[in-house]
């Protein structure tokens, strides 16, 4: 854990947060400025800073981080309609917490992110 890492903080109930779902591994809340009307973040009680600070160890949950989503999406009524997993990594990708996080968009059409 780091005592400056807010999602820490969420996670060990020091800032009083609904979790959508919860197991040993992971959490998952509501993002406090949705950009759609369903907009969760899937987040390890592993406090890892980014998918740049990875290792082999970590592969499970990072696993795990992906198979909730689904899970998430499911719950949130957005399995068949489709839905978005971002996570962002470093300044270029646009990371602003260093707690590593799944986003888990959905609930409107997202539009075309990556052009071909
Ligand atoms: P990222 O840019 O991928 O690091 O995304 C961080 C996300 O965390 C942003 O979408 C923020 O809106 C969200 N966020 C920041 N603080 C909180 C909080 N206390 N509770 C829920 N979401 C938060």
Not at 43 to 52: E, F, K, Q, T, W
Not at 90 to 111: A, S
Request: aromatic content about 6%; hydrophobic content about 40%; glycine content about 10%.
């Amino acid at each position: 854990m780091s005592q400056e890492c807010i999602f820490c903080r969420i996670i060990n109930g020091e800032i009083a947060t609904e979790f959508v779902y919860q197991d040993e591994q992971v959490v998952a809340f509501r993002d406090i400025a949705p950009k759609a009307p369903v907009h969760v973040l899937v987040v390890p009680r592993r406090h890892i800073p980014s998918l740049a600070h990875v290792t082999a160890e970590d592969e499970g949950v990072l696993g795990h981080m992906m198979y909730v989503a689904r899970q998430v999406a499911e719950q949130e009524g957005v399995l068949e309609s489709g839905f978005r997993t971002i996570v962002n990594t470093g300044p270029d990708g646009g990371q602003e917490i260093y707690h590593i996080h799944m986003h888990v968009l959905g609930g409107r059409p997202l539009g075309r992110m990556v052009s071909r």
